[in-house]
């Protein structure tokens, strides 16, 4: 669109319109600098008036009013009293009677980080990658959808600074975009780091058959476990064409413990975290698969450990 609309001649500071009506020119002033709208009009006006503009929100606006109507007009903004709250980028609208004029401004001498948008926009962006961050480090099957929330805070909060520093102009358009390209990341990401993996089930197999039976019964305590836990036996013979398809007899049950915390999975559902396991209490091993132990808290659930958490008694 063009800078002036209705015939009026326009400067900003001085500075012809022409010269300041795209993102790449736009006018610089300081923070404790005046904006000063003023021009000469086809036909005498009332009033004249200058608003600084964030996308479609007016934030501050000076008027002046004419009686009686005069063909010169002006209107000011003083910019230390925007200052605290934002600098960076805004847009330029000053309206007369008979015309309507457009540009940009660039307010700086200011950090962005000591206005109160800037500030709010800085806590958004790193709690929205702090956010990201955690959730993608997670590594649960919830991970992509948080991830791809606090992304949302994460654009969020860099569109606002990109304004801040000048640098973008803040609209819903760009709001959108930023918000959306970074809770795509997220989401990404969240996707391809995946859960975190658990133990396989183990199937119902000679191996179960050989290791828990459904029917147990007591039997004396073999050579090399714990002093006073006994070793279930099934009632029945065990078939030797199991035996020769089973591994060697797998180790436990034992008494064990944990230097640090330790999350157990559960038996079936192995992204399910069913008790953690604390240092200072003893627990019972009752066997081994491979890089996992099978630990039971007591009367509490049991589940999967990694072996190497777990430490044997004596």
């Not at 980028?89 to 009677?97: A, E, M, N, S, W």
């Not at 926009?121 to 480090?137: H, I, R």
Request: aromatic residues 8%; hydrophobic residues 40%; proline residues 8%.
């Amino acid at each position: 669109m063009a800078a002036v609309e209705g015939g009026c001649t326009v400067t900003l500071n001085g500075v012809e319109l022409e010269r300041i009506d795209s993102l790449g020119s736009p006018i610089e002033l300081s923070a404790s600098d005046t904006l000063v709208f003023s021009g000469t009009g086809p036909t005498p006006t009332e009033m004249a008036k200058v608003e600084l503009i964030i996308g479609p929100v007016p934030v501050d606006s000076g008027s002046t009013t004419y009686r009686p109507a005069s063909t010169d007009f002006s209107a000011t903004i003083d910019l230390d009293e925007v200052s605290p709250y934002g600098v960076g980028l805004f847009r330029v609208r000053g309206i007369t009677d008979g015309c309507v004029a457009e540009a940009w401004l660039r307010i700086s001498g200011r950090s962005p980080f000591a206005t109160l948008s800037g500030l709010t926009a800085a806590g958004l962006t790193l709690g929205g990658l702090t956010g990201l961050l955690g959730a993608v480090a997670s590594r649960r099957r919830w991970s992509r959808f948080a991830a791809a929330g606090a992304g949302l805070f994460t654009g969020i909060g860099g569109a606002v600074l990109g304004q801040e520093f000048g640098r973008l102009q803040l609209s819903y358009p760009s709001l959108t975009l930023s918000a959306a390209g970074a809770a795509g990341v997220g989401f990404l990401l969240g996707g391809l780091m995946g859960p975190r993996v658990a133990p396989r089930a183990v199937e119902p197999s000679g191996l179960e058959a050989v290791i828990e039976p459904a029917v147990m019964g007591p039997r004396p305590v073999r050579v090399g476990a714990p002093r006073g836990v006994a070793e279930p036996e099934p009632m029945y013979p065990r078939r030797e064409a199991i035996q020769s398809e089973a591994p060697a007899p797998l180790a436990g049950p034992y008494w064990c413990y944990v230097l640090a915390e330790v999350d157990v999975f559960d038996l079936t559902d192995h992204t399910k975290v069913v008790v953690r396991l604390r240092p200072g209490s003893w627990y019972l091993c009752k066997r081994e698969v491979g890089g996992w132990a099978h630990v039971s808290t007591g009367e509490g659930p049991e589940g999967w450990a990694p072996k190497g958490s777990v430490h044997r008694q004596g």
